[in-house]
């Protein structure tokens, strides 16, 4: 009589996010000691989607520089790859203590020996009255680049395009759209609208260089500007002025997922806290990592490096749990490059407070996106 199999622990990735996906890229080369000596892992993946869009790329591709396909990765044969199972839906809960996950559409919450979290954010304003009815948020970024080609398919010859949001996800997207809009031969008019000073995470060299690139570009800043109410063709402001808009696009800043805050694990400002192991601080089987979380030992500003650089980290500390190998630390780093988008084939990066602008950042910006897409493009192996 055979011995009974021993029990797989089932290990859920909640989410298709940068350090997910990484995770996914390098399972296939861990599995084996996952199963020698200890139990076989089931490993699944849910997504609202079927791909997940890397967010690097998303100025490029509203700008025309890419096209869709360049910029999402394909979650089913990544999962495939990974010997992984794919499951297409949205989570609406957790319950921590019968360790299932709520999937919108699915009679039966998931069960889960693991969990990881990686669903990134919103930039939905709920609370600005027409928002929902009438704007597009920038992301979810599968919504709003569906909406994008939607719009630049048959564009008015003058749009109005209004952008919610100063920082630098709205300053690329406002350059973004502006240059696209141009190329087709329309002639928009692009006015990104800040309830109070832009750029200000910017260090002084940047914001500097980044308004002179948005005066270059023609694009509007109104700072200091409160919007009171969205409808199908104007944001109304609340001084009592109405702007056209054609298209409203909302990028003021990450927002977390309402129903986080609801699960009973601790939030802060409504983002998961999570200790240096990525582990969540209330739930040591629940791990959270990317935009949806804060590292609660090391604040990090919303980046997808902090997403990458976890992901090794993520996948050492899963594995870890299944076969009882201590835990490791995430450090991240204090200070990270960044490659922001004008618009043309031209780039602005930043680091240390140092600032440098040019076609030639660009191409490098866009030889570091595609070499991290190649990974999941191309799927012979992978090493961490």
């Known amino acids: 009589m055979s011995a009974a199999p021993a029990y797989a622990p089932r290990v859920i990735l909640l989410g298709g996010g940068h350090a997910h996906a990484l995770v996914l890229r390098y399972w296939h080369a861990h599995a084996p000691g996952l199963r020698v000596p200890g139990p076989r892992v089931r490993l699944t993946v849910i997504n609202p989607k079927s791909t997940a869009p890397y967010s690097g790329m998303l100025p490029g591709y509203v700008a025309g520089h890419y096209q869709k396909p360049d910029l999402d990765i394909d979650l089913p044969a990544l999962a495939h790859f990974a010997g992984a199972e794919f499951i297409m839906g949205t989570a609406t809960g957790i319950d921590t203590a019968a360790k299932t996950v709520a999937i919108a559409g699915h009679p039966d919450p ?42 630049c398919a048959a564009p008015p010859a003058a749009p109005a395009i209004t952008v919610l949001g100063g920082g630098v996800a709205g300053v690329e997207l406002a350059m ?68 056209a808009s054609d298209l409203t696009i909302g990028a003021a800043g990450a927002r977390p997922h309402p129903w986080l805050s609801e699960t009973g694990l601790e939030t802060k400002t409504g983002f998961l806290s999570v200790t240096e192991t990525l582990q969540t601080t209330r739930d040591p089987a629940i791990y959270a990592v990317g935009d949806c979380a804060c590292l609660s030992h090391a604040p990090r500003p919303k980046a997808g490096v902090f997403a990458v650089r976890a992901a090794p980290i993520l996948m050492a500390n899963l594995k870890a749990a299944v076969t009882g190998d201590p835990q490791r630390p995430f450090h991240p780093q204090r200070d990270y490059l960044k490659l922001i988008s004008l618009g043309s084939k031209s780039a602005l990066g930043e680091k240390r407070g140092i600032a440098v602008c040019g076609r030639w950042v660009w191409y490098w910006k866009d030889r570091i996106d595609r070499r991290f897409m190649n990974q999941f493009h191309n799927l012979p192996g992978a090493r961490l």
């Open 110 to 151: 998931l069960p889960y020996d693991l969990l990881s979290i990686n669903i990134g954010v919103t930039s939905i304003l709920a609370d600005l009255p027409g928002f929902i009815a009438h704007a597009i948020p920038a992301r979810p970024l599968d919504r709003f680049a569906a909406r994008w080609a939607a719009f």
């Open 176 to 243: 973004a759209t502006r240059y696209r809009l141009i190329r087709q031969g329309a002639k928009p008019i692009v006015t990104i609208l800040e309830r109070g000073a832009a750029l200000t995470t910017a260090p002084g060299a940047t914001r500097r260089r980044l308004c002179h690139a948005l005066d270059a570009a023609g694009v509007k800043l109104a700072e200091h500007t409160m919007p009171k109410r969205i409808s199908a063709d104007a944001v109304h402001l609340a001084s009592g002025k109405n702007l």
